[in-house]
């Protein structure tokens, strides 16, 4: 989070308070409009209108904090504030990838330190760093809720589960390539950092019904009450149909 | 007696297309929300308190209980919030929930909104997993499609909608009344309490906000009832919950059961210790519960019990930690992560966690000194009940429970460094290659 990073303040370059184009800026309007209808009261769209901005310049630029503020009613001042507490409102341009790999304790004693390591040797980047071509963004992430996945990296915020150095370079590689590249649970493929911040904002960018429902761990305790017939108790007679529990999928042991 | 496993939320998961409403609906989705609306809304609240059902989100309180402490009905606005920024350190539960099975979620709202009057409520998910957003957009969008939410739920003219929210990336924002700062639009810093949320929360106005699998488990209460939720689980712990095993063990996973559950069953359910290898230490509900060892495996996982026992059954968010894990640089990682995490508002945290973790790193290093055992203890001490929320306090969890049960360890630091006792190399899940396992794996 903000206020303890060595990089606590806003790099603002002369380009990042250049104007919109004026195509660009009646999009942004419309969208922004969109948003703010969302919520009862227009400030709430601060959040949302951030990811908006990342979507459109891939970082949150001077001219996107002042086009927040003119939406919202609020001083640049304001909206900086907000723009700085959060990790994932980036300071200065990020990669057209961000790959995060989770170090916290858990993942990082799983193999996590190794993995960041090995991949920042490779990029020849460190933390929030961002390679010569700009296609990736090197980040340690803290717990994304993927614990038994363990270790786990995230790509534009979509899971790659169960990783190894060699799996994460890659992935990199493969990124870096412009290659497709599948994550473990999500979409079919990863998408950009202005895509996905776009999603983000709360435009679905309709891939909602891809990839798989839940991975193997997910499965894992299910799959063993499935085996030994386990079920909840069932609530005489009214409620669920199926509640003796005979699965409708013939899922038996083995 | 119930079984030891109890398939619910997570009964279809397996389904080739488990997140959509078709077939949701073909596991009698929605069936809740038909009972319900055929019922009134306090009703509702007093099944839900009748059930004894406290809340998912960690601290465990009861969830009818804080319904029916929101101030009464003035004609204004009332709100309904859930806590989806599941970022406790270990915790994976939710996340897999709204991934597999949106529509629990979905249904839960709409079933709860209408119990306490809200028309707009609001699903705030943390902003690091891009595509259980899509999902969550699409089922509501599915929803709303089939007249779940809308201004007509149901044919009965009840008015529900929901709004999912993204946010940025700050762990802080699980403490509700943040959370609520930050979908007002501002810095998730916590608020002073009272007034609590119930009485002014969302801008303002009567709010509840639960955790997502609280809300999850209502429709099931609302179709079963409260004796059947109350069936399963302790008599202070009822019903079921969804208890996630990470780490050394040999197969990792999500198991729901029954609230009681202990640690010796869903270890052996999980394949048993990695390699065989001696169990070390353990979370029982994520970074923020006090640590646990071997001498804990037969306390019942339920709020009562586990409290009981020294700790907090918070998330259910079992980490489990093997003989090769130094246990300080286990804690010295989670020290730095609520140091990265503390928001500023308030000093025992925001300073005291700074402090915590220029000793851990000493520690860690070996180069701890004779006191900094007994300072760690002391700043813990300070932070512990005076912090403005409850993210200090679980910053001193790690510390002092370490220090109670592995007291050794820290000593050691003081000449010896922990990747020197416990060689990193021997914790981690895929083979290392020595070549490169002396210079690059350090701590």
Redesign the interface.
Known sequence: MSGHDASGHLHVSPESKAPYAADVLEKLYADAAEVVARYPQKRSALLPLLHLVQSVDGYVTGRGVSFCAEVLDLTEAEVSGVATFYTQYKRHPNGEYTVGVCTNTLCAIMGGDLIFDRVSEHLGIGHDETTEDGKITLERVECNAACDYAPVVMANWEFFDNQTPESTIGLVEDLRAGKDVAPTRGAAKVCTFKEVSRVLAGFHDGRGDEGVGAGPASLLGLKIANENGWVAPSSNGSGRSDGSGATSDGKGSK | M???????L??F????????LATYE???GY?ALKKALDMEPQAIIDAVKDSSIRGRGGAGFPTGMKWSFMSPPDGG?RYLVVNAD???????K???LM???PHSLIEGVAISSYAIGCE?AFIYL??????V???L??AV?EARAAGYLGDNVGGKGVKVDI??????????CGEETALLD???????QPRLKPPFPGAAGL?ARPTSVNNVESIASVPGII???A??FK??GTEKSTG?GI??????VT???????PLGITMRELIE??GGMRGGKKLKFWTPGG?STPIFTDEHLDVPLDFDSVAAAGSMLGTR?L?V?DET?SVV??VA??TD?Y??????KCTPCREGTWWLRQIMDRIENGQGTQDDIDKLVDICDNILGRSFCALGDAATSPITSAVKYFREEFEAGMHTPAHELFP??N????P?QTK?SSG??S?
């Open positions: 119930t079984d030891t496993l109890t398939p619910i997570t009964k998961w397996d389904d080739p297309q488990s997140w959509t073909r596991h009698d069936k606005p599941e970022s406790e350190p270990g915790t994976c939710d996340v897999p991934m597999a099975n707009h943390r902003g690091e997993v891009v595509h957003y899509r999902r957009l699409r969008e709004t999912v929210h993204a946010g940025a990336g700050a762990y802080i930050s979908l007002e639009g501002r810095r998730g801008y179709l079963e009832g004796d059947w069936g399963m079921f208890f996630s095993l990470s780490g050394h197969n990792p996973g999500q198991f729901e059961a359910l999980a970074s968010a980490q930690f894990v640089r286990a990682r989670w992560f140091a990265h995490e503390s928001c500023g990193p190399e914790s981690v899940l895929f290392v490169e690059m794996v701590a």
